[in-house]
């Protein structure tokens, strides 16, 4: 039975947690106070899109060197530096007077999201051990959820009350917070036995790439959920106070999800991680087809899936990277935060051009497409990575979860 997880390692991932929030923050802030901002700012849906995707752009154009960086001068120092521009962001976003300085203070942000994630990577790889990695990522991977729950609270709880401004400036106080509190630590460290503990086979060049194209494509569909979701409910007649609390509810269930998720692939150790990824994605399909219908019930039926299954992969993707590099954690998640970033930076950009032209339900439609994409190319990178080790390479269409006694799988 493996022992729960205690001292040193729960404060590193509390850490991870809260530098990872704190580094897509402004991203999903934006999306969940879209209807106050565009009022205020006057914009329109395309220019949202580009206003996010300012953030991920800059982090997928700069996630790998910075990981390389991140890996040399060590975890804690790389999520002080992460807080502290998450900081100077969310404070720039909330005293933002034009269009213009909106998107400054989102480049920043991109350069806090391309610190925080190799950094709670490195952090986890080194000071957790390998019976609850699973666990880890999943309560890490929380970070997404967790800044769209807070997007999604702060429209009633604060939008509503005192403007859309203070809800940024609150979450600059909570990354001012955080970077204090990992300086005052100076968890700058070295190698634990946590990373002794495990086999370290890498995952070859090729099915890297191949995951990193799979992860921008899932996470293009996935972020234009957390950006444009709350102003399509909007538009298609939910208030803007529900249409929040909608967006926090559903965060809430794919936080859950996210954890169980990693909880199972601690005990079944042999199970592929990617297998489960396509067929979430495959899931989430459904979701974005209901949200494309318009109507308010369908749309909280299709908020509700597209976040338990469509947007519940990304720490199964973590978590799989992770354990087959543990010397080299933060430079092999900043190959695949490549892709994520600059999906999610593609993603919201396109789907807010794609709404200008025609409207919200056409590009829920295309969010649809593009996950099934990305579940075929996650199908692929696993048939790689299992060819390159000399094991047998199943059926790329099986539709089968193998959560069931086998031959061991583990990719």
């Not at 695949?336 to 025609?358: H, I, K, M, N, Y």
Request: hydrophobic fraction near 55%.
């Amino acid at each position: 039975m493996t022992e729960p997880l205690s001292g040193r390692p729960v404060t590193t991932l509390l850490q991870a947690v809260s530098v990872t929030t704190t580094g897509v923050l402004p991203a999903f802030l934006l999306g969940a106070l879209a209807v106050q901002i565009r009022d205020d700012l006057d914009l329109g849906p395309a220019q949202m899109g580009i206003a996010a995707a300012i953030l991920f752009a800059v982090s997928g154009t700069l996630a790998r060197p910075l990981g390389g960086v991140v890996q040399r001068m060590g975890a804690g120092r790389g999520m002080v530096l992460s807080a502290a521009l998450a900081t100077v962001a969310l404070a720039g976003a909330g005293a933002a007077p034009t269009f213009p300085v909106l998107v400054a203070a989102l480049f920043i942000g991109g350069l806090a999201n391309a610190t925080a994630q190799p950094s709670a990577n490195l952090g986890i790889s080194r000071s957790i051990g390998s019976n609850r990695l699973g666990l880890a990522f999943g309560v890490k991977q929380s970070s997404i959820p967790a800044a769209s729950l807070l997007g999604g609270l702060a429209v009633p709880g604060i939008a509503l009350v005192l403007g859309w401004r203070y809800a940024f400036f609150a979450g600059a106080v909570l990354a001012l917070c955080l970077a204090g509190w990992a300086l005052l630590r100076g968890q700058a460290q070295g190698t634990t036995t946590a990373v002794g503990e495990a086999r370290d086979r890498g995952t070859p060049r090729g099915g890297l790439v191949v995951l990193t194209i799979g992860a921008g494509l899932a996470a293009a569909a996935a972020t234009s959920l957390g950006v444009f979701l709350v102003d399509s409910m909007v538009q298609a007649g939910i208030a803007p106070g529900t249409a929040g609390l909608i967006f926090a509810g559903a965060a809430v269930l794919g936080l859950g999800i996210r954890i169980l998720l990693g909880t199972l692939m601690d005990r079944m150790p042999t199970r592929s991680p990617y297998v489960l990824m396509a067929n979430l994605l495959v899931a989430g399909v459904v979701g974005y087809l209901l949200l494309s219908v318009g109507t308010p019930a369908l749309m909280v039926a299709g908020t509700l899936l597209a976040y338990s299954a469509g947007w519940t992969w990304p720490g199964l993707l973590h978590f799989a990277v992770v354990r087959d590099n543990r010397l080299a954690a933060a430079s092999a998640t900043g190959v695949v935060q490549t892709g994520l970033s600059l999906g999610a930076a593609g993603g919201p950009l396109l789907f807010g051009l794609l709404v200008s032209a025609t409207s919200y339900s056409t590009a829920w439609v295309v969010a649809g497409v593009v996950a099934l994409a990305a579940a075929l190319t996650f199908r692929i990178a696993r048939r790689m990575i299992r060819k390159s080790r000399g094991l047998p390479v199943p059926n790329l269409f099986s539709i089968r979860n193998r959560f069931t006694p086998s031959v061991k799988e583990t990719s």
